[in-house]
């Protein structure tokens, strides 16, 4: 059996109280593509939150 490591990347705003906005949420392969993602779109989301996972899945 194989391992598959991936990352999730999730961009989140929680400032209102009743509602979190989920801006992105995404799974990628390396960290360089991730890289990318938050270099493009950091500006776009000021007040949000980032969360990076890294993930293994067994096969």
């Known amino acids: 059996m194989g391992e ?3 990352f ?6 929680d400032t209102d109280p009743f509602e979190f906005k ?3 949420d995404l799974n990628r392969a390396s960290l360089e593509e991730i890289h990318e ?3 493009d779109n950091i500006d ?3 007040t949000a939150k980032w969360l990076l996972l890294p993930c293994t ?3």
């Open 4 to 6: 598959n490591v991936f």
């Open 44 to 46: 776009n989301y000021q």
């Open 22 to 24: 989920i801006y992105i």
């Open 37 to 39: 993602i938050v270099k």
């Open 57 to 59: 899945v067994t096969m």
């Open 8 to 13: 999730k990347l999730v961009c989140l705003d």
